[in-house]
């Protein structure tokens, strides 16, 4: 939620580009496609019927126009309208809008706050008092102020450590407009953010959140009449003021400069800022037409609109310190910049790629344009920043007119090396064996859903139950269960708003090490990139060139299945078809790719047998598995069985996989049902499963608690990981991926309560359960600070002791299945999402014909009682993997638990 950065910047430019922010006298009027209306108190409102859509969507814009320097404060503020408010009497905000709305969400951006929620249209009136509340009535309190500034500074570090090219923007800003509040306004500096007090946040709410400030967007089944009402109840009781700053004035344009950092990112990148000027119509037309050629020519650029002037950034990625020094690495990377932007110039001045660019701008300009709630979005916000707006035709007119000689002169004046800011990340590209590292888990985060001021769980079930039952009604895309001709099942879910078409399959196969296929567990592990890389003269690609040849085929492969997935153009669903079909029935694999992975990789198969997180693995599963378990193979990856791998060997395991009688299909995107289900029975229809052997449940292969400990000297995190023994069928009852997801999410809540209560607030915490007598590990993994790593270990052994004598509750399972509702509906309204969750239901058995109403509407509580049956609080091994020098506590002796210990 609130990714403020690239979420807020490239909403901006998607909705500016290529709009005009000036009034000409001379251009067409802008049609009224959503109702303006204008209350006593300036609150703006425009309504947009859409009788077609399921949900209301409320779009709410808070101008920050002529806000005084902030620095952050704004961003802090939009975080604490999730928050608490003392005038709502059920608890936070975040409840109220978890329990009426279905997604939720907010950006800030240099020009305004801008909320999004949808609902079902029945809580509308609801949704509009909670508006009125955080727009014109919040009354935050300390603990939460406290909180989201922890959490600010999170996303401060995040953004400007681990996305390099955030921080670089971020450098120019503040290069191009020293000394003015423009340049860190979104994030603010991390002195400033800690600096607020309530006083600040309470002197800026008095100043911005005021009724004519605001423009109100609410679209969907809704009638105008109604909304209008609607909203004159809930918002006519705040007060209009006259902001109290003026609009402050950007400083003279200061002499170009440049800065070069240091990043942990395996590649360099090259960031470059010009300030252009934006003063008349002319001018803004010249700099959006500027950045679509940017774009097409130069690739990355990215544009920020101010007051009267832009700022263009664009980005080159480069490899320049890997073999040069500093200077040597600064000089080369400016001067590939300066040769490839003499290029653009001269392309410019080619008559026919500038019309060919002014077209493909003029032709984007009216096709954004053409669909009533994104017209109707873009006034909205423009009506917030207080300017009139061009008619999307009134623009494609105006950019006909631009002369090409204007274009060049532009290009030649404003793209000097005298004018450009410039910022260079040198990334560490020392070692680039085994891809970057994942450092998302140093975004520390507590869930604050069902927590308020200590007490837990505020909504109950009673609450929740009408919700529930309500959303189970709205209208997903059907899914239409056939069998082929062979007797394999297929799922079909049309999106007809989709342009694409996606094909994916889910294969359940035994574990590869048995005597009828004497394969290694191991050799599975690279089966994904052989697959994915090459096949032979039947395939499309005849060497190793390229990733995933042919029409975005995609193999994933797991100890116990494997996913294949493809997509293409709806229009050319057969040939699609045609290649994914390939891929499992067909083809045979390229021994060229089997050799270049085994010359290639066997430096990364030594390094992940090295690897901490590897090492960690493995002895957690040989502690409940056994030292010869197929499952310690798998991640314990043998090289000399890589190294000797012959490609009929190979092949034979591909055609062992995609025989599998154990598998489903599904296709998700635009197709008509008929013609596609003849189109899967001519093609799939021709497979012949095999017969192989069942799946056993597995067995723990030793009693007892065992604990270790891995020094991982990169790591600024401690992750503590538990694994369970498998749980089968006949201890644990199926269940469907729904279940399993109500119940990890009520286990992780019950963990981060308990965190909360001790006094640990940052750590994230995911959990895993296990289906049927399907071999998913039941696992809990919390990351936190490496100092409290030994505080997790304990808060964990609690809880699950607690769970054992304390069963989750049915208000508990409620919450969780509200929480979830949201982004699952926004989830499987998407295509390719909605396959990827397909693909994953299919591994925990049938697919659910309404997987909306296998949400919403199962009977309370009995699934929640089932929880502690899944971890058995004396048999499980767990690990620590930190850095060493961090951890404080008994964890240091390398002493596993004992009983006395756990009863203690």
Avoid at 237 to 255: F, M
Avoid at 434 to 463: H, K, M
Avoid at 619 to 644: C, M, S, Y
Wanted: aromatic letters at 8%; proline letters at 6%.
């Amino acid at each position: 939620m609130r990714d403020v950065i690239f979420t807020a910047i490239c909403l901006a430019v998607i909705l500016f580009t290529g709009h005009c922010a000036f009034a000409d006298d001379d251009a067409v009027a802008n049609p009224a496609l959503a109702e303006l209306t204008r209350f006593d108190n300036g609150l703006q409102l425009l309504v947009l019927p859409q009788p077609e859509k399921t949900l209301v969507q409320v779009d709410v814009y808070l101008s920050l126009r002529g806000a005084a320097r902030n620095e952050g404060l704004a961003h802090l503020v939009e975080h604490l309208m999730f928050r608490s408010s003392q005038n709502i009497p059920s608890g936070t905000l975040r409840d109220s809008l978890l329990l009426l709305t279905l997604t939720h969400d907010a950006t800030t951006s240099s020009r305004n706050i801008h909320t999004i929620s949808t609902c079902i249209p029945e809580f509308l009136p609801r949704v509009l008092n909670v508006e009125a509340e955080r727009l014109g009535r919040l009354q935050p309190e300390l603990i939460d102020l406290e909180e989201e500034r922890l959490r600010v500074l999170g996303e401060h570090d995040y953004r400007t450590e681990v996305y390099t090219g955030v921080a670089l923007n971020l450098k120019i800003m503040a290069m191009a407009f020293e000394g003015s509040f423009d340049t860190y306004s979104l994030v603010g500096s991390k002195e400033k953010v800690k600096s607020f007090s309530m006083e600040n946040v309470q002197g800026f709410l008095d100043e911005r959140m005021l009724p004519n400030q605001m423009v109100v967007l609410i679209s969907g089944p809704v009638d105008p009449d109604t909304v209008q009402q609607l909203v004159k109840d809930s918002f006519s009781t705040l007060e209009a003021k006259n902001p109290g700053s003026t609009i402050a004035e950007l400083p003279l344009r200061p002499d170009p400069q440049g800065i070069i950092i240091d990043s942990k990112d395996p590649y360099d990148l090259l960031a470059v800022g010009f300030r252009l000027p934006y003063k008349t119509p002319e001018q803004a037309a010249i700099v959006h037409l500027t950045e679509i050629i940017m774009d097409r020519e130069n690739g990355h650029p990215l544009l920020q609109l101010f007051e009267d002037e832009a700022l263009l950034i664009l980005f080159l990625p480069g490899s320049w310190s890997q073999d040069y020094d500093r200077k040597t690495s600064e000089e080369k990377s400016l001067k590939q910049f300066w040769d490839e932007t003499r290029k653009v110039k001269h392309r410019v001045r080619n008559s026919w790629k500038f019309d060919r660019h002014r077209k493909a701008f003029s032709e984007d300009i009216q096709d954004r344009l053409q669909e009533p709630y994104q017209q109707s979005l873009w006034r909205a916000q423009r009506l917030a920043d207080g300017r009139e707006l061009l008619e999307a035709e009134a623009m494609a007119a105006l950019v006909d007119t631009l002369d090409q000689t204007l274009i060049s002169d532009f290009f030649e004046n404003e793209f000097t090396a005298d004018r450009a800011y410039t910022a260079l990340s040198l990334g560490d590209l020392k070692d680039k064996i085994g891809g970057t590292r994942d450092r998302s888990s140093e975004s520390l985060e507590i869930n604050p859903y069902l927590v308020e001021s200590g007490r837990e769980i505020p909504l109950g079930i009673a609450e929740i139950t009408p919700v529930l039952q309500q959303a189970a009604k709205l209208p997903l895309a059907k899914i239409e269960k056939q069998k082929l001709p062979n007797g394999l099942p297929v799922y079909l879910v049309p999106h007809p708003e989709s342009d694409d078409v996606y094909f994916g399959a889910a294969f359940k196969y035994p574990y590869l090490e048995s005597e009828q296929t004497s394969q290694k567990p191991g050799r599975l592990y690279w089966f994904d990139w052989l697959a994915n890389w090459g096949y032979d003269a039947k395939g499309s690609a005849q060497k190793p060139v390229g990733d995933r040849p042919g029409w975005n085929t995609k193999m994933e492969s797991q100890p116990c299945n494997l996913r294949i997935s493809a997509h293409g153009p709806a229009l050319k669903h057969e040939k699609v078809l045609a290649a994914f079909n390939k891929r499992m029935n067909t083809s045979r694999l390229n021994h060229y790719v089997l050799d270049w992975i085994q010359e290639n990789k066997l430096k990364t198969v030594t390094r992940k047998l090295e690897n901490p997180v590897v090492l960690a693995r493995v002895a957690r599963r040989k502690a409940i598995l056994g030292n010869n378990h197929p499952l310690v193979g798998w991640h314990q990856t043998n090289v000399q069985g890589f190294e000797d791998w012959r490609i009929d060997e190979a092949n034979k395991m591909h055609r062992l996989i995609f025989r599998s009688p154990d598998c489903q299909f599904v296709v998700t995107g635009d197709f008509q049902v008929e013609k596609m289900s003849k189109n899967l029975k001519t093609i799939l229809g021709k497979m012949k499963p095999r017969e192989i052997e069942d799946f056993s449940v597995c067995k723990p292969a030793a009693k007892g608690t065992v604990g270790y400990m891995f020094h991982d000297p990169d790591s600024k995190v401690a992750v503590t990981d538990y694994l369970f023994p498998m749980v089968g069928a006949e201890n644990s009852p199926a269940l469907t991926r729904i279940q399993s997801d109500v119940l990890e999410n009520i286990l992780s809540q019950r963990l981060l309560i308990s965190a909360r209560k001790t006094g640990l607030d940052s750590i994230k915490v995911t959990v895993h359960l296990v289906a049927k007598n399907y071999r998913i590990k039941p696992t809990i993994k919390v990351t936190s600070l490496p100092e409290d790593a030994w505080q997790v270990v304990q808060l964990i052994r609690q809880e699950l002791d607690n769970l054992a004598v304390n069963p989750a509750s049915a208000d508990e399972e409620a919450r969780a299945r509200l929480e979830m509702l949201g982004p699952f509906f926004s989830n499987f309204e998407d295509p390719g999402n909605s396959l990827h969750w397909l693909l994953r239901s299919s591994l925990y058995g049938d697919i659910p014909e309404t997987p909306l109403q296998d949400l919403c509407l199962h009977e309370p509580g009995k699934l929640a009682a089932r929880l502690g049956s899944f971890f058995p609080v004396d048999h499980f091994a767990w690990s620590v993997l930190a850095d060493r020098g961090y951890i404080k506590g008994p964890l240091l002796s390398y002493e596993p638990f004992s009983s006395k210990q756990r009863q203690d």
